[in-house]
């Protein structure tokens, strides 16, 4: 797959589905390559692309569906010009090489116009690392219905949604899709108010427009950031609004501030489940009636490979041989509500949320967090959507699998000791 041509030349290979069996392309000139490399990615549906500096080539790597897959190579010679190249379509500083920068790809003329590019250089030991990240694909187009969420999931969190104040909040991994369910979150938020309602998002970045919604860009690090944005936007009366991310004590507060003032209000929070959400907002100073009184649910999620539809997971041309094509929501929703509002109103630790959580859930089995994410995709492996393999690989081992923990282990209930059910 990869060849590093003759001198200097370049060759790489398109694996795009709908253009099959390999095509050559060799060039040494920078701006014919960077411009042919944008061109393979966007083709080959993926949303990062990677260039890694080594001694003799650089590495170019894609990530498409979530894998970060070999793409190809080229000279170290070339290495220097092609990062220039981007900068200066990414207004970057083109004679600073040895600070960390980033900025806006153009894209304009390229396939896939609609779509931006972030560009991010690294300075390292054979010189500056390069990722492209690209924003504003289909994928981020689908609707609310169309994520792929149970139905059970989906009806609580449109019941969340349809209210007028109280926040929403997401968690997940990078690159786990959280973008895209809070843009169709807002879309149906929009939809559902057909005499109008004023969305306000505050973002960074804005990955697409989205018709019917004032969205602004903050710039953190400077005098409009999350949380002073989000301040001076309150003053513009919105009734719904997005904050991109919490990520400290005063966006926290002045969000949670919004919550509790008749305002709908979405974000993410990074946290590794949805009931360690409380436990980092808690760190964060935000008072713990104000996030029973303010937050209505936290989601959270993972995205998996689905497997592909046309070969059932053995390995197609259309899947390029993976048995993977697009991707799957798996999703855990938890509600503020009984032993939990309890649990955060005593400042209890993450066990503590998660012993409460897994209480509340206890008719669906009692599961919370990541054993919750894992039960959500055996029925999608049941479904024949997806594979165990790819579980672990997303969400890492089946908790109660391997060393015991007191938490995997549940008193037995009594009628299910003796009788049919032992089996
Ligand atoms: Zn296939």
Redesign the pocket.
């Known amino acids: 797959m990869v060849v590093l041509g003759k001198d200097d030349a370049v060759e790489l290979v398109r694996r795009n589905p709908s253009c099959p069996g390999p095509t050559h392309s060799q060039t040494s000139d920078p701006v014919a390559l960077v411009q042919e490399l944008i061109q393979k990615a966007l083709g080959a549906n993926a949303s990062d692309v990677h260039l890694d500096p080594g001694p003799e080539s650089w590495d170019v790597r894609f990530r498409v569906d979530g894998i970060l897959r070999p793409e190809g190579s080229f000279s170290s010679r070339l290495g220097p010009n092609v990062v220039a190249r981007l900068k200066v379509l990414a207004e970057l500083l083109t004679y600073r090489t040895d600070i960390p920068q980033e900025g806006r790809l153009e894209l304009g003329g390229m396939k896939g116009s609609g779509m931006e590019g972030r560009l991010s250089t690294f300075p390292t030991l054979h010189g500056e690392k390069v990722a492209i990240r690209f924003f504003g694909r289909e994928a981020t187009r689908l609707g609310l219905d169309h994520l792929g969420l149970e139905m059970e999931t989906l009806h609580r969190l449109k019941g969340l949604l349809a209210g007028r104040q109280g926040a929403v909040l997401l968690t997940g991994p990078g690159g786990s899709g959280k973008t895209t369910t809070l843009y169709a979150a807002l879309e149906s938020i929009r939809e559902t108010h057909k005499n109008g309602i004023h969305i306000f998002t505050i973002e960074d970045p804005i990955e697409r427009p989205i018709a019917g919604i004032t969205q602004s860009q903050a710039k953190p690090g400077s005098d409009f950031d999350f949380a002073r944005g989000l301040r001076s936007l309150l003053r513009q009366d919105p009734e719904v609004v997005m904050v991109g991310e919490i990520r400290d004590g005063q966006t926290a507060s002045i969000a949670m501030e919004a919550a509790l003032t008749g305002h709908l209000l979405l974000s993410t929070v990074h946290a590794g489940s949805a009931c360690g959400v409380f436990s980092r907002l808690l760190d964060m100073g935000v008072e713990p009636y104000a996030l029973t009184s303010g937050i209505r649910g936290v989601l959270n999620q993972r995205l998996v490979r689905k497997s592909?539809?046309?070969?059932?997971?053995?390995?197609?041309?259309?899947?390029q041989?993976?048995?993977f094509?697009g991707r799957l929501l798996l999703a855990e929703l938890v509600e503020v509500k009984g032993p939990l509002r309890k649990a955060i109103l005593a400042r209890a630790d993450l066990d503590g949320l998660i012993d409460a959580a897994r209480e509340m859930n206890q008719p669906h089995g009692g599961a919370s967090g990541e054993s919750q994410l894992w039960e959500t995709g055996l029925r999608a492996v049941a479904r024949g959507e997806t594979t165990h393999e790819e579980l672990t690989r997303s969400l890492g081992p089946k908790p109660g699998q391997g060393a015991l923990s007191p938490k995997s282990i549940h008193p037995i209930p009594k009628s299910q000791l003796d009788g049919e059910n032992r089996a």
């Open positions: 592909c539809a046309t070969c059932r997971g053995i390995g197609c041309l259309a899947c041989q993976s048995g094509s």
